[in-house]
């Protein structure tokens, strides 16, 4: 079915007024007074196109994010970097996230699930009211430098372990900084601002994990005989031309540079730990002020592992409901409010042409919460995403993890990593809004999405009856 499509053409547009958009409804294409139909100047702020509704057609752009640059390391990031290097990065990258990796990954993410519990458990007996962000923060963290480079922080318990704590201070951005409105003003001035090392993120914070996967580095390198498997070996892997064979011709198009190796090491705590910890904090707070779900999911995970039997792969990845509720939340809630893509090359796509350059914005919070697609968008229904209902929509109009080829490359992991916490959490609890729970809750939309107040539950220990004999 073919709905209509909006496309506002503009320099600048701000998430929240992208909700203008289902005001619209019915009209093609409307241009706002500053808007431009080109873009020369590598550093110039290009237009930008609003797709109201995503078209698969739409992968057919090339797919780069716009890169407003002062990025400092990060330039040869996964997420940031563009065309060939991208996708020599990218064809590195993919195996580390492929089922039979997550499948070993899997007895790691368990142990600090375990410990995520076990801290819980210490918390209530003290009656503590819980900030749930704080509780997944810790989880998140340690399953990253775990499973990316073999570290063990323990942050759970050590929340001002050095790891921790600069990995806050990367997401204390904001879009009113007077950096970010110098180079949205004044773009021009980027690549004299490059010259002088000015970085979006603290550079103090980035040099800081960047020494540490240099260290992590030269450790593995003085072993060559290691046998990690984990997202560092793999890159260093890649570098070892021991390892290829001599005729793998191949071989120079994947290998990384260090710098690159150090970027990805990065981006992966970047991602990793703010997201993740993010989206579990939404699925905690609609588990909990929504009983009758949280009593269909307990029901679920006591079917598959009955008398507390401890989370296997399987298991986990089995359970339907349990998949549901994560759908929902990430419809409500998603990390990203918004997907941008460069227009490489002039494109038509179902009559309207996207010139060169123009950035093509998929308002993806909007799209998530429009009642032309949703029924009671506002509602957390999670039967939405059953097998039924998930064919009776277009998958276009679901974008959690972004789409086309530059779709989030570590989703299956991050799901993977979600779904046992919530086992491992339903399993031994029942989480309960309190007097200092905020609702409804007040969503900041500006950069990665969060909550304005601190989540705030109670949990209560469950005991699961024994269902054997």
């Not at 009656?127 to 962000?133: C, F, G, S, V, Y």
Request: proline share 7%; charged share 25%.
């Amino acid at each position: 079915m073919t709905r209509g499509r909006h496309i506002y053409k503009g320099a600048h547009t701000n998430r929240l007024q992208l909700q203008q958009l289902r005001r619209h409804r019915g009209r093609e294409q409307k241009s706002s007074p500053d808007s431009k139909t080109t873009s020369n100047q590598k550093h110039e702020s290009p237009p930008q196109l609003l797709c109201g509704n995503m078209d698969p057609a739409c992968c057919m752009l090339d797919p780069p994010n716009y890169n407003f640059g002062l990025n400092g390391p990060l330039n040869s990031a996964v997420s940031i970097a563009e065309d060939d290097q991208w996708k020599r990065i990218r064809t590195v990258l993919s195996p580390t996230f492929t089922s039979g990796k997550l499948k070993k990954m899997f007895p790691l993410v368990k142990h600090y699930g375990d410990l995520l519990v076990q801290n819980l458990r210490e918390k209530i007996d003290i009656r503590q009211p819980l900030n749930m962000k704080d509780i997944f923060g810790g989880y998140s963290m340690d399953i990253v430098l775990s499973t990316s480079f073999s570290v063990k922080v323990d942050s759970i318990n050590n929340p001002n372990d050095p790891f921790v704590t600069n990995a806050k201070k990367l997401f204390t951005f904001s879009f009113l900084s007077p950096l970010f409105l110098l180079t949205v003003l004044c773009p021009f001035l980027v690549p004299l601002l490059e010259k002088m090392n000015f970085c979006f993120l603290p550079l103090s914070v980035l040099n800081f994990f960047m020494d540490g996967i240099k260290k992590i580095k030269k450790e593995r390198e003085k072993n060559s005989k290691s046998d990690q498997v984990d997202f560092l070996q793999l890159m260093i892997d890649s570098q070892n031309k021991e390892k290829h064979s001599s005729d793998d011709e191949s071989h120079g198009y994947k290998e990384l540079s260090d710098s690159e190796l150090m970027a990805q090491g990065l981006i992966f705590i970047l991602a990793g730990y703010e997201t993740t910890s993010t989206t579990m904090t939404f699925l905690a707070y609609n588990i909990a002020t929504n009983p009758d779900v949280q009593t269909k999911l307990q029901q679920e995970i006591d079917t598959f592992l009955p008398n507390k039997a401890p989370p296997t792969y399987e298991a986990v990845m089995q359970m339907e409901y349990l998949d549901m509720v994560v759908n929902e939340t990430l419809r409500l809630y998603p990390a990203a409010g918004r997907i941008e893509r460069v227009c490489k090359k002039t494109t038509t796509i179902n009559g309207v042409t996207i010139p060169q350059g123009v950035v093509t914005v998929i308002p993806v919070y909007v799209l998530h919460r429009d009642p032309e697609i949703w029924q009671e968008p506002e509602e957390f229904r999670p039967e939405r995403f059953s097998k039924e209902n998930k064919d009776a929509f277009d998958p276009y109009l679901f974008l959690p993890f972004g789409f086309g080829p530059r779709n989030c490359i570590g989703m299956r992991f991050a799901l993977m990593n979600m779904k046992l916490a919530m086992v491992s959490l339903i399993q031994n609890f029942t989480l309960r809004p309190c007097s200092e729970t905020p609702i409804p809750l007040q969503i900041d939309t500006k950069g990665f999405m969060k909550s304005t107040k601190p989540v705030i539950l109670d949990l209560v220990p469950r005991e699961v009856k024994n269902t054997e004999g």
